[in-house]
């Protein structure tokens, strides 16, 4: 069972910036797809951006696109997730999620593992 702890959240203003990560405890780590999905208080949960195993292949919801980049690092087993221009629509509980394929997906359906969560608050 593969375990996912973010770390790397908080409250700051908005225009900064935030960077996510997410450790993960095993070396078959490198062999999943991996995306960040996001929770705003009486929210559904939506997807923000997907990576693939080698890191070739990237998605981002519109909201999104254009301030935030997804990335992984699998010699370190983390993936990671750099907020520019944060904004309060922004807030929100950020959950990262592995998947047993290499694709990228935007589908929380499809993943099968996923972190406890760390939340952004941006302030306006």
């Known amino acids: 069972q593969v375990q996912l702890v973010e770390s790397g959240g908080g409250l700051v203003q908005a225009g900064g910036s935030l960077r996510l990560s997410c450790a993960a405890s095993?070396?078959?780590?490198?062999?999943?797809?991996l995306g960040w999905f996001r929770q705003a208080p009486g929210k559904e949960r939506e997807f923000v951006a997907t990576?693939?195993?080698?890191?070739?292949?990237?998605y981002y919801a519109d909201s999104v696109k254009g301030r935030f980049t997804i990335s992984r690092d699998n010699a370190k087993n983390t993936l990671y997730l750099q907020m520019n221009s944060l904004k309060p629509e922004d807030t929100a509980v950020y959950y990262c999620?592995?998947?047993?394929?290499?694709?990228?997906?935007?589908?929380?359906?499809?993943?099968?593992?996923w972190g406890q969560g760390a939340q952004v608050t941006v302030s306006s």
């Open positions: 990576i693939s195993w080698r890191g070739d292949t990237t």
């Open positions: 095993e070396r078959t780590f490198s062999l999943y797809g």
């Open positions: 999620a592995g998947r047993d394929g290499l694709r990228a997906s935007t589908v929380d359906k499809e993943y099968h593992y």
